[in-house]
């Protein structure tokens, strides 16, 4: 495995260059090279920490058939374009890019790489060289939804999410629904940060959230440091991404974890066997692709009862939070009821539901 961040892979790429020709028997014997790119830095904890684990396990059960290198800290603008084809250019023969602002950039360079296979995580575009990867972190949020809405005494809730795109607005509109089902006047104060990892600009929001009035606060961020806020505060909230236990023994009632081990390691299979193909892949609870972490002993048992038979709904196929009669901030209804919303437009999600207000 091997570490490449933005101030050294155009060095790497010029350190491959004067690389002298093999013969044939080492080409036969060498690796094939999986690239990642990586929106925060691999301990954050959270998101990237999350991906990071799964490309490990790619390492573990595919031994010396492959050999992984990533970089860490890559925007979600123009300038991820030069790091995705440097991948590329170094001999990676699928790579993935694993945040929505890559979408773009990733169907660009693939364009200029149509032998390299290209996987887009919680993305749309997809090409005969492109993929797509999606978790069902909403079935998540149902369960933390049910959990603070039952156990918050004020019925106003905090939400901390980065930017307004599908993945966020999906979570905020299940994280509310399933709250308001536990307590039908439940509101939720909603904080944009417009970033995915940064520590001090999420304590702040946090702070903000909880001036609001909020007793309870989830995170669509990557850090543990609302976590560590409402620990000092003695209230209540959730980890993202992974357990973050540690950092608020108190204050992180659960959390949703991404487990990408599994599908990540089949994929780079299929690159091996040579029977990779373009796929559409959106996996949740069922597959094992969300795991809530184990629960804080402050979840009374009653609510334990309700967080866990969300979960077994989910993966038997008899509960799903997006069931109508739904209603849009204004009050417009958008889903009529005993109607429940597709896959396909809940992954381009755009309106927040009742009882969901912008706090900044």
């Not at 970089?71 to 699928?94: F, H, M, T, W, Y």
């Not at 609870?285 to 969300?290: A, D, L």
Request: a neutral charge; hydrophobic letters at 40%; aromatic letters at 10%.
């Amino acid at each position: 495995m091997a570490i490449i961040t933005r101030r050294t892979f155009m060095q790497a790429a010029g350190a491959a260059a004067t690389l002298p020709v093999l013969g044939n028997k080492a080409f036969a014997a060498e690796k094939i090279k999986i690239g990642f790119i990586f929106l925060g830095p691999v301990g954050d904890y959270g998101w990237t920490w999350a991906h990071n684990k799964g490309r490990m396990q790619v390492e573990k059960e595919l031994g010396d058939k492959v050999e992984t290198v990533y970089v860490e800290n890559v925007q979600e603008d123009a300038s991820a374009i030069p790091v995705i084809r440097d991948l590329a250019q170094q001999g990676c023969k699928l790579i993935f890019t694993t945040s929505y602002g890559y979408m773009d950039q990733t169907i660009a360079v693939a364009k200029e790489f149509p032998n390299v296979k290209f996987e887009h995580c919680t993305g749309y575009k997809r090409a005969d060289n492109v993929a797509t990867y999606n978790s069902k972190f909403h079935e998540g949020r149902a369960v933390l939804g049910t959990i603070a809405g039952k156990m918050s005494k004020s019925g106003t809730l905090g939400y901390l999410g980065s930017y307004k795109v599908p993945e966020v607005v999906l979570g905020v509109n299940s994280f509310a629904l399933a709250a308001q089902k536990q307590n039908p006047n439940a509101k939720v104060k909603l904080v944009l940060i417009d970033s995915w990892f940064d520590p001090p600009k999420e304590a702040a929001a946090t702070e903000t959230l909880i001036n609001l009035g909020c007793d309870i606060v989830t995170t669509h961020t990557d850090s543990p440091g609302p976590l560590q806020i409402l620990e000092q505060k003695k209230l209540y909230g959730f980890g993202q991404g992974a357990d973050m236990s540690r950092f608020a023994p108190s204050a992180h009632l659960t959390a949703i974890e991404d487990i990408w081990g599994p599908y990540y390691v089949e994929r780079v299979k299929a690159i091996v066997d040579g029977s990779w193909k373009s796929t559409d892949t959106w996996d949740g609870m069922k597959e094992g692709t969300v795991v809530i972490s184990p629960y804080n002993k402050a979840v009374p048992a009653d609510v334990v009862k309700l967080a866990d038979d969300i979960q077994t709904g989910y993966k038997n196929g008899s509960y799903d939070i997006f069931k109508g009669p739904i209603y849009d901030q204004a009050g417009t209804l958008k889903v009529k009821e005993g109607e429940t919303m597709k896959l396909a437009d809940l992954a381009v999600m755009d309106w927040f539901v009742k009882g969901v207000e912008s706090a900044a």
